[in-house]
């Protein structure tokens, strides 16, 4: 299966939310709070405008898709904020997992915070991507965290 990564596009919105709900779906259960996983998923509604999906994944953020046979597969989103990088969106679809594709989005948005001289990435790790994350390189910063009903693990990499 070839896998292509590029920059997303104002025509794929709608399918980077496709993609982030149903991956939300299957693995964010035990990480929130029934309240928050139902706001999650109105927040990244695909039947949400294209204008607002717009501005929460694309305007001025760094974003890439995957695509596997012409279709979107996995999404990556980040922003530089401060001289530092910050992972704000990494999901693929369930039944795309292990094969690679988060590697993949995760080397791009890399790649793009160092060519925007960024020294540290960071990122909020769910329980279930955290193996994911520190295979990658990334580290703990403290402890299991809760903000508005989401546990998380803070984590940051040099780069």
Do not use: W
């Amino acid at each position: 299966m070839k896998i292509l990564i590029r920059k997303a596009k104002r025509r794929d919105v709608k399918k980077i939310a496709e993609v982030i709900t149903k991956s939300f779906l299957e693995t964010a259960r035990r990480d929130c709070t029934k309240k928050k996983f139902e706001d999650y998923l109105g927040t990244h509604s695909p039947k949400k405008s294209e204008e607002e999906l717009f501005d929460l994944y694309l305007r001025g953020a760094i974003c890439f898709v995957a695509e596997a046979n012409g279709e979107i597969v996995g999404i990556g989103n980040g922003v530089v904020e401060n001289g530092r990088g910050r992972v704000s969106l990494l999901f693929v679809l369930p039944e795309y997992f292990r094969k690679g594709i988060g590697r993949k989005l995760m080397k791009r948005l890399e790649e793009d915070f160092i060519r925007n001289n960024v020294r540290y990435s960071y990122l909020r790790s769910s329980s279930l991507a955290l193996a994911f994350y520190q295979d990658f390189g990334y580290k703990k910063t403290s402890g299991m965290k809760k903000s508005f009903g989401i546990k998380y693990y803070p984590m940051k990499k040099v780069l």
